[in-house]
């Protein structure tokens, strides 16, 4: 019998997909990336065309690039970007010249202090053109002249993302955002995609509560471009988790949303806390990926950021050496199944008001002790039925009830199950 393969295996195979696409802000790479993830999960696909206007920002011209190389005297490439989409300084503008190596050099980014590795840069909004290599392939080129060519184009066109969306029991939504501009780097953030992926795919499987709404867009632009086409959507928000770096070894990463408090940041604390895995949770700041668009003061939403090694965290960031060998199915594996452990208290973290206040009523005559006859958690349950009761006034959550009680979310939430189909309680 043929083995089955892992939901983490095939998230790497997944990123093994993307991996070799050019990406940028715009382009056919980005709509490339697109149809691969809507091979896994059906995608509203959107265009916006290059000018329109969108919040204090105007959506740029379209790139796209064929070829880029950097020859020697013998026509032998000395620079490849066939060899790797890191080799060209994102959103180069076309070049055609011979030129001696000392002049050359102003256009060459490399790293010195990791002589083997390519960085990974752009010009998105400064016309320019360069290409990025290793130091000690630059170290080994000799003066003379170079053939310089870059076939690429800058024109009209269109910002390309797609959203996924998971029907809920309420309209209510929950965003989950992944940017798709970066080119051949794994972890940042293809890992990230992958997850998102998987995770609208197990939703999926079920009814949940929440509307989750799946964002494939380019950074900063996309989520730019988003929010200013869908206003009247926003209002509807109500939680949101941006996914990024999400497949290296390092641990678990939550940075705060800017409220501090939001209810994604309660979920992921407790989530992560009860899990017992390695982790950190960090304080809003208004840099990193997409969370500080959604929390801008205008918009205000509440959305966190969850990833493993945070940006600019780890020294292979941006560079080539964020490559296949660096991410890992376990480690995209257990991201996925925090997120799905988060959304599962999300999805039911509500408010009850007890029908039977005065006093404590009466289980026994329910059933509701016999029905934990046996349980070896039979106290546990017990107890957790009585919190509930206890803080069931309308306004505190069953998460509320998990962490003042210091009982497990999941034994809260069945003891509410049960004084629900008992008639104790109302949501």
């Known amino acids: 019998m043929a083995r089955v393969s892992t939901p983490g295996e095939e998230m790497y195979a997944l990123v093994e997909r993307m991996y070799p696409l050019c990406r940028s802000i715009t382009g056919d790479g980005v709509r490339a990336t697109l149809d691969i993830v809507g091979e896994y999960i059906p995608l509203q696909r959107h265009e916006v065309p290059t000018g329109?206007?969108?919040l204090d920002w105007t959506v740029p011209q379209e790139w796209n690039i064929r070829d880029a190389y950097v020859a020697d005297a013998t026509g032998r490439r000395v620079v490849d970007f066939a060899a790797s989409s890191l080799h060209v300084l994102g959103y180069s503008v076309p070049v055609q010249r011979t030129m001696p190596l000392s002049e050359l050099r102003a256009h060459l980014?490399?790293?010195p202090e990791h002589p083997t590795w390519v960085p990974y840069r752009t010009s998105y909004y400064r016309p320019d053109w360069g290409f990025c290599l290793a130091q000690e392939t630059l170290d080994a080129l000799p003066d003379g002249d170079y053939e310089v060519r870059i076939d690429s184009t800058l024109a009209d066109g269109h910002l390309s993302y797609a959203e996924h969306v998971v029907p809920g029991q309420v309209s209510d939504e929950v965003i989950v955002?992944?940017?798709v501009c970066h080119p051949s780097l794994a972890n940042d953030n293809l890992a990230g995609i992958a997850v998102a992926t998987y995770l609208a795919r197990a939703l999926a499987?079920?009814?949940?509560?929440?509307?989750?709404?799946?964002?494939?867009?380019p950074g900063t632009i996309g989520a730019i471009t988003w929010l200013a086409r869908n206003a009247e959507r926003v209002e509807r928000v109500r939680h949101g988790l941006v996914l990024a770096c999400a497949g290296d070894s390092g641990q678990l990463t939550y940075k705060r949303s800017r409220r501090g408090d939001a209810g994604i940041d309660r979920v992921m604390q407790h989530v992560l806390g009860a899990s017992g895995r390695p982790h950190r949770v960090t304080e809003f700041t208004p840099y990193g990926y997409d969370e500080r668009q959604f929390c801008s003061p205008g918009f205000d939403l509440g959305v966190g950021s969850l990833s493993r090694t945070p940006y600019a965290g780890y020294p292979e960031y941006h560079t080539s050496a964020d490559d296949l060998g660096f991410v890992s199915p376990e480690a995209m594996a257990d991201t996925l199944a925090v997120c799905r452990e988060a959304f599962a208290v999300l999805d039911r973290d509500r408010a009850y008001v007890n029908l039977s206040p005065y006093g404590e009523p009466q289980l026994g005559r329910r059933g509701l002790y016999d029905a934990l006859g046996g349980r070896s958690d039979a106290k546990e349950a017990q107890m957790a039925m009585l919190w509930v009761l206890s803080l069931?006034?309308?306004?505190h959550g069953l998460l509320d009830v998990a962490e003042r009680s210091g009982l497990p979310f999941a034994t809260v939430a069945a003891a509410a199950?049960?004084?629900h189909g008992a008639g104790l309680i109302k949501a």
């Open 52 to 54: 329109t206007r969108v």
């Open 205 to 217: 499987e079920g009814t949940p509560y929440y509307t989750y709404r799946f964002l494939f867009a």
């Open 417 to 419: 199950d049960a004084l």
């Open 177 to 179: 955002s992944s940017h």
């Open 392 to 395: 069931s006034d309308g306004e």
């Open 109 to 111: 980014h490399t790293l």
